[in-house]
């Protein structure tokens, strides 16, 4: 197996940088071949999440990256497609996520790869996000691979913890066997419902009880927002009663106007209908 190692896709989170070169400057040999990619070395320097667009949207037939993201999308494009078998992208989040293996495609080696690691790190939550018919995260690039988000963190630092957090489950998988097989029924994933914006009204925010409370149990009725008047909005979403929130205040999603996500609990075996 030949493996891609991306840190850096946004500029603004430095883990998987840290973690790049650490492995470029190890001696150590692995099971699977690899190379490590600094996706976007410009937004790096000038720590900001990108230049002029967001790389991890940059990879559909229907994205139009722009400028210096164009340019670092056709350069990776070119250099990964048929060249690796896995790709694996570490990202940073600025919510209480903890640590996360986002899955965005079904192939068995993703699957069977996120087991794995659930096993042997099993403070690790699995996230199912499909991304579609048109594929436009950095993991699309290869048939299979998996997206490390950790957190929290803010944007422009370093946490020890952290990079030898990852280094630990990077380590682990280019050592991985990729024939080896899961049974997908034993292993739970928080699979993505929708994205829920920040009222249309100004001046509401993360209520205090939801803050910092990635995956934990979130209700009809339980508030989610509140005004500097401390007039609340409570939660309802239609045909589900109880979901699990995450990336909760993430700021990049502000831009978007983002408040959270909502998930639902499943078993991997679901995601693909069995």
């Known amino acids: 197996m030949k493996i891609a190692v991306v840190g850096g896709t946004h500029g603004n989170e430095f883990t998987g940088v840290e973690v ?23 937004a790096h320097l000038k720590k900001l999440r990108y230049v002029d667009s967001d790389l991890n949207r940059a990879y559909s037939k229907t994205s139009s990256p ?28 600025t919510s209480n996520m903890g640590s996360t293996l986002i899955l965005t495609d079904t192939n068995p080696k993703t699957l069977n790869a996120a087991c794995f690691i659930k096993q042997n790190f099993p403070h690790y939550k699995l996230i199912f996000a ?18 490390v988000e950790v957190g929290p963190i803010a944007n422009n630092i370093v946490k ?10 990077v380590r682990a998988l280019l050592n991985y066997d990729f024939q080896t097989e899961f049974n997908y029924a034993e292993f739970e994933v928080y699979s993505e419902i929708d994205k829920i914006s920040y009222p249309e009204k100004e001046g509401y925010y993360i209520h205090p009880d939801l803050e910092g409370k990635d995956f ?5 009725g339980d508030p989610i927002f509140i005004d500097a008047c401390k007039n609340t909005i409570n939660f ?8 699990y929130p995450m990336f909760i205040n993430e700021a990049a999603y502000l831009e978007k106007n983002i408040a959270f996500e909502i998930c639902e609990k499943i078993k991997l075996s679901e995601v693909l209908g069995s």
């Open 216 to 220: 934990e149990i979130l209700k009809t």
């Open 130 to 147: 499909a991304s579609g018919d048109d594929p436009y995260y950095t993991t699309n690039l290869t048939k299979a691979g998996l997206t």
């Open 66 to 93: 722009l400028g210096n993201e164009k340019e670092r999308s056709d350069f990776l494009k070119a250099e990964i497609i048929g060249k690796f078998d896995f790709l694996i992208d570490l990202h940073t989040t």
């Open 20 to 42: 790049c070169k650490a492995l470029e400057k190890s001696q150590q040999s692995y099971k699977n071949e690899y190379r490590t990619f600094i996706a976007n070395p410009m």
């Open 236 to 243: 309802e979403y239609a045909g589900h009663e109880l979901v």
């Open 160 to 169: 020890a913890s952290l990079v030898l957090d990852n280094l630990d489950i």
